[in-house]
């Protein structure tokens, strides 16, 4: 066995794709690999891993579930010889990660924000801030990415934050520390669960006055989350407009997309993540030393970086971005223009 991977959990339709996708990329070469998923759980990601080194492998890519948690996993590597390469999460707080394969995770919550400020109408439009999991890192680059284009906006009265009282108490600060993030985030974690994200949009619309309803903007994390807000403020008879974001482009999302549900998607083509993971891994198995364009601190060392470009898609693009790129069929949706 020459590459192991472990992916995060089968329960999201994000990883599903990152299975096949990588199933394709190996296809017609020489090395073989075998992919296992963790299922949300620290302890059998470690098994997993455990699996792979005794298959013997050279070199292992692995999407952690929590990054903290998984730096076992990586040393317990990393001590049988074997080359790490973080995939899409970082791992933190260890020595034993080689390489971090990316989308820049600054520049996926930038637009998103972004993206919202382009289509908020008028001023004092409430904001509703949703994020990821605390455990994982991105979560908080996503935000913080978020943030640095949103806070001028927040600090001038375009938007009025409607569902954080620790964001209220920090608008008018540019740059947040991880600690201030943190307590953001306490406060509007989706966990990456759609239920969960359900649950506090539900809580935040009963609590929310009528000067915080009617056209409002929503910054949600992923599309697995986004979808379920976005069903929860489409039922509420006193919002009348919203913008929400996403990322992902899950087909469930580009349905909804299309159908005018879900405003954008930050799409991450998995098909240039996979092959500049599968690329830098060819490239360790053949004795060279991979290409990185930059790097990512994970609280013990900084860790060299291969990071793809993101492309934000709403209902103008959709079809260029994602049809007319063989990403996904037109046949796999309805009302399609």
Do not use: C
Request: hydrophobic residues 40%; without cysteine.
């Amino acid at each position: 066995m020459s590459v192991g991977i472990v992916l995060p959990t089968k329960d999201e339709p994000r990883w599903v794709q990152d299975e096949q996708r990588f199933k394709e990329a190996l296809e017609g070469t020489k090395y073989t690999t075998e992919i296992l998923f963790s299922q949300g759980s620290s302890a059998k990601e470690k098994e997993n891993v455990e699996t792979l080194i005794n298959k013997g492998i050279d070199v292992l890519i692995i999407t952690p579930h929590d990054g903290d948690a998984a730096a076992a996993a990586a040393e317990a590597a990393k001590k049988e010889g074997i080359t790490v390469i973080a995939y899409d999460r970082l791992i933190t707080n260890t020595d034993a990660v080689d390489y971090f394969v990316t989308f820049d995770s600054f520049a996926v919550g930038a637009a998103q924000g972004q993206y919202l400020i382009d289509n908020a109408g008028g001023s004092g439009v409430p904001l509703y801030l949703y994020a990821g999991a605390a455990s994982d890192n991105n979560a908080f680059l996503f935000f913080e990415g978020a943030w640095s284009v949103l806070q001028p906006k927040i600090a001038d009265g375009t938007f009025v934050i409607a569902n954080s009282s620790e964001a209220e108490a920090l608008k008018d600060k540019a740059k947040l520390t991880r600690d201030e993030m943190s307590k953001i985030i306490g406060q509007v974690t989706t966990n990456w669960d759609a239920n969960e994200a359900k649950n506090k949009a539900q809580t935040h619309l009963t609590a929310a006055s009528a000067n915080l309803k009617g056209d409002v903007a929503i910054l949600a994390p992923n599309d697995g989350t986004a979808r379920s807000i976005a069903d929860v403020f489409a039922a509420d008879s006193a919002i009348t407009n919203y913008v929400i974001t996403g990322q992902d482009a899950e087909k469930a999302s580009i349905q909804y997309i299309i159908d005018g549900k879900q405003s954008m998607t930050v799409f991450k083509d998995v098909r240039t993540l996979v092959k500049d993971a599968m690329g830098m891994a060819v490239e360790i198995l053949d004795g060279k030393t991979p290409e990185t364009t930059g790097s990512y601190n994970n609280g013990k060392i900084d860790v060299k970086a291969k990071q793809t470009d993101v492309i934000v898609v709403d209902k103008n693009n959709v079809k260029a971005e994602l049809i007319d790129s063989g990403y996904y069929e037109a046949g796999e949706f309805t009302g399609l223009e």
